[in-house]
């Protein structure tokens, strides 16, 4: 793990490995460790970094609202600490949102983008899920956290399936979570609220892949293709039987769609 300062900010990444740089932007509640399954796989041929945005994982926590903007500054900040004029960028969710914000208006700092289990704006049912998890947020309860924000993220089977897994994340999360970190989930959500990039969806010039997941309940599958037809010769994959967190449910095949639309010339393939 190393650090960098950010407008006065401390801001957590890892630098994996060498080759084509590919940047991956978190999830709302996600963080740097929560890519330690995919290290070894994405750094084997890429130059893999790792990106706590403000607020999530080891990065600084603020004091401060902010929005989606701040996010998009502090990629800008990172690019430039690394000296790196242009990088592949995969964003998840929440990282999505940065991914495409980012995209649409530094596109020379963009070689290819993917938008994993994204969505072009917020809409009246994102934000109202989004409601509902600050609600739990603010009890500063593992328990009420875990029951009111992760169920909506797997599909129904994985959840049935996993569960013992998943048991042993809220235990972590009533072992772990601070005051701090739920406040800090609590303003990252908000951050997300006035979220809309449809009109500058057109300004994106990278080859875009979006990956969508047949049981997504939070950025449902219609959403996401009102993202790939505002993204000028956009792919699209869609993982079945998956939810939300696909990257969990299927990460082989997550894996191996990022890293091959990534190091594949875009003229040599067409996913639709």
Not at 9 to 22: A, F, K, Q, R, V
Not at 101 to 113: G, I, N, S, T
Not at 238 to 267: C, R, W
Request: net charge negative.
């Amino acid at each position: 793990m190393a650090t960098f300062d950010f407008d006065g900010i401390g801001l957590n990444y890892e630098d994996h490995g060498s080759g084509t740089p590919l940047l991956i932007l978190n999830g709302i509640f996600m963080s740097c460790a929560s890519w330690a399954g995919f290290v070894d796989t994405f750094s084997e041929r890429n130059r893999l970094l790792l990106l706590d945005l403000v607020d999530q994982g080891a990065s600084d926590k603020v004091e401060f609202e902010y929005t989606q903007e701040l996010q998009e500054r502090a990629v800008l900040a990172f690019l430039d600490h690394l000296g790196l004029a242009k990088v592949s960028i995969c964003g998840v969710s929440y990282g999505g949102e940065v991914a495409m914000r980012f995209a649409a208006r530094h596109p020379d700092r963009v070689e290819k983008l993917i938008l994993a289990n994204t969505t072009a704006y917020t809409s009246c049912w994102l934000r109202d899920i989004g409601h509902s998890w600050e609600r739990a947020m603010g009890t500063h309860d593992g328990h009420v956290f875990f029951a009111t924000c992760i169920p909506i993220v797997y599909s129904p089977t994985f959840y049935e399936t996993n569960y013992s897994w998943l048991s042993a994340r809220e235990d972590m999360f009533v072992e772990h979570f601070t005051p701090a970190v739920y406040d800090a989930f609590a303003r990252l959500t908000r951050s997300a609220e006035n979220h809309d990039e449809r009109k500058n969806l057109p300004r994106i010039t990278a080859p875009t892949l979006v990956i969508s997941a047949e049981l997504d309940y939070v950025t449902p599958l219609p959403n996401q293709r009102e993202l790939v037809a505002g993204i000028p010769g956009a792919a699209h994959v869609v993982i079945q039987d998956a939810g939300h967190a696909a990257m969990y449910e299927k990460p082989s095949e997550f894996a191996s769609l990022v890293l091959g639309f990534v190091n594949t010339d875009a003229a040599a393939i067409a996913i639709s």
